[in-house]
């Protein structure tokens, strides 16, 4: 399985700034993830980021609060734009690997956000 | 959109003895069933799926089974473990072709809890 790391793995931030999330995968893969899991909650997909278009948002999110980045196909950034306590949550991403008449999704260990 | 709910929301149970989380979903074309496990500080970690064309599937100690007529499929876990204290969360799925991107809908979680 595909190995997935972030960075920074927490921050606190203060109120009206940005923090941009790093996701490095050990692999090329096709498909990028992004969620959302607010504190003691479950997880909420943000977007979808495949590699040389535009991320696709799910309803409620937008691309002027949640830029995403997706230079190739190991690598992505979510950016958290003009931050209030509300966005305080741990940002995950998450890959999908597809085989012959298989299909698996793996999630990076987090990215542990507290505005204050 | 696709409807999830896990039962129990909590679990406790002595090490040694037996667990059962039921989710139950909504949309009758998902095909890919998975459990991921995720222990604090940590990312969703795949532990077992299943796909539509299989009623049960075992891996040592767990098992999840399906019924696709009632729309529900279980994690059970046999011979609990301290180390098996954790967040689960079913994720049902309706896996697309390729070039599409297949989104989880993750249940409500459950929180199972083993003690000595």
């Known amino acids: 399985s595909a190995v997935i790391s972030q960075k920074p793995s927490r921050d606190i931030c203060q109120r009206g700034t940005s923090l941009t999330i790093q996701c490095q995968v050990d692999?090329?893969?096709?498909?990028m993830f992004w969620y959302r899991q607010q504190p003691g909650q479950s997880l909420t997909l943000i977007a979808t980021a495949n590699q040389g278009s535009e991320a696709t948002y799910e309803s409620g999110f937008v691309i002027d609060k949640f830029p995403i980045s997706r230079p190739n196909l190991t690598f992505s950034t979510l950016t958290v734009s003009n931050m209030s306590p509300e966005d305080s949550s741990i940002y995950l991403c998450?890959?999908?690997?597809?085989?012959?008449?298989?299909?698996?999704?793996?999630f990076g260990p987090g990215t542990r956000l507290t505005v204050t | 959109g696709e409807n999830v709910e896990q039962h129990p929301s909590t679990l406790s149970v002595q090490e040694g003895d037996s667990a059962v989380i039921k989710c139950t979903y909504s949309?009758?074309?998902?095909?890919?069933f998975p459990w991921y496990k995720q222990e604090l500080g940590k990312g969703p970690q795949l532990i077992i799926d299943i796909r539509s064309n299989v009623g049960e599937k075992k891996d040592q100690r767990i098992a999840v089974t399906l019924n696709k007529t009632a729309k529900h499929f279980s994690l059970h876990i046999t011979e609990t473990q301290p180390e098996d204290s954790a967040v689960y969360f079913c994720?049902?799925?309706?896996?697309?072709?390729?070039?599409?991107?297949?989104?989880?809908?993750f249940g409500t979680g459950t929180r199972l809890q083993v003690t000595l």
């Open positions: 692999s090329q893969v096709t498909m």
């Open positions: 994720a049902p799925l309706r896996w697309g072709g390729a070039g599409t991107a297949s989104k989880l809908t």
């Open positions: 949309d009758s074309a998902s095909n890919y």
């Open positions: 998450s890959v999908e690997e597809r085989g012959s008449g298989s299909y698996e999704q793996y």
